[in-house]
């Protein structure tokens, strides 16, 4: 008996929204009105206040500048980011992450990890015991 396949229909990508907002009402939102909806932790530090460095990083992704390379990993994504393609150090080099709007009111230092995972190459020659009997050409 033959097997029938299913075509499966495209899935549909649905827009993204946080807590009922969507990107572009986001970003036309004032401070004051972005303030009630962001998390506790992102709150606390607007309202504690940005450093001069944040208020540059901001102000630079408000000129429209082309690709912006930062070390302040402790940064806010803001929704004005979205879009934007920023260069993050990891502590060796910079990391090119484009904004997605999922990433809203997250870290910059999540999206340019500071630790690659470890691939350990083979045992040298001499390494072990049993290396000492194999031919070396």
Do not use: C, W
């Not at 993204?16 to 009105?33: K, N, W």
Request: proline share 4%.
């Amino acid at each position: 008996m033959a097997k029938k396949t299913q075509k499966r229909m495209p899935r549909r990508r649905e827009e993204f929204t946080y807590r009922g907002h969507s990107v572009e009402a986001l970003q036309q939102m004032a401070l004051s009105e972005l303030l009630p909806i962001m998390p506790a932790r992102v709150r606390r530090k607007f309202d504690r206040g940005l450093s001069r460095d944040h208020e540059k990083l901001l102000a630079n992704l408000r000129a429209g500048d082309g690709t912006i390379r930062t070390h302040l990993r402790d940064m806010i994504v803001m929704p004005e980011m979205v879009g934007r393609t920023l260069e993050i150090h990891n502590g060796k080099e910079f990391l090119a992450v484009e904004i997605q709007p999922e990433a809203v009111f997250h870290y910059l230092g999540e999206f340019a990890l500071t630790r690659r995972r470890v691939s350990h190459g083979s045992a040298g020659i001499g390494a072990t015991r049993s290396s000492k009997y194999v031919p070396l050409k």
